[in-house]
């Protein structure tokens, strides 16, 4: 079973995710693919400093995602083209701040990801 701590981290993941693969039009980040579109990070989800950051992470196709490995340097070069080294550089850092949220901190970022998903889908809509 469960703790409220661990079903707090998934409702964020989903969350995240969503807003994530909203935000970039569901396009792969890496190929353009359409196909299968998942939520991939560029600095893995296990450090939680950066887990959440809307900088750390990119619409990819379920093929770039999963074979990161394969495709971890074009999905690199073209984030620093995009972004810079310097804010590479500047996420890499964070990333290994130790951080601990609370269960609380969790399910408020959740909430703030939901209601920018539905900010994002008002504004879809009054198109």
Not at 79 to 94: G, M, N, P
Request: charged share 35%; aromatic share 10%; proline share 1%.
């Amino acid at each position: 079973m469960k703790t409220r701590r661990q079903r707090a981290i998934k409702r964020c993941d989903d969350a995240f995710s969503r807003y994530i693969r909203k935000r970039d039009g569901n396009v792969c980040f890496t190929c353009g693919s359409t196909m299968d579109i998942q939520c991939g990070h560029l600095i893995t989800r296990e450090r939680f400093a950066t887990r959440w950051d809307p900088a750390n992470a990119k619409a990819q196709c379920e093929r770039c995602n999963v074979l990161h490995e394969e495709s971890r340097e074009r999905f690199l070069v073209k984030w620093i083209r995009q972004y810079s080294l310097q804010r590479y550089e500047d996420l890499v850092a964070k990333s290994w701040e130790v951080t601990r949220y609370s269960v609380a901190e969790i399910e408020d970022l959740a909430r703030k990801y939901n209601d920018m998903m539905r900010e994002k889908d008002a504004k879809i809509a009054a198109r």
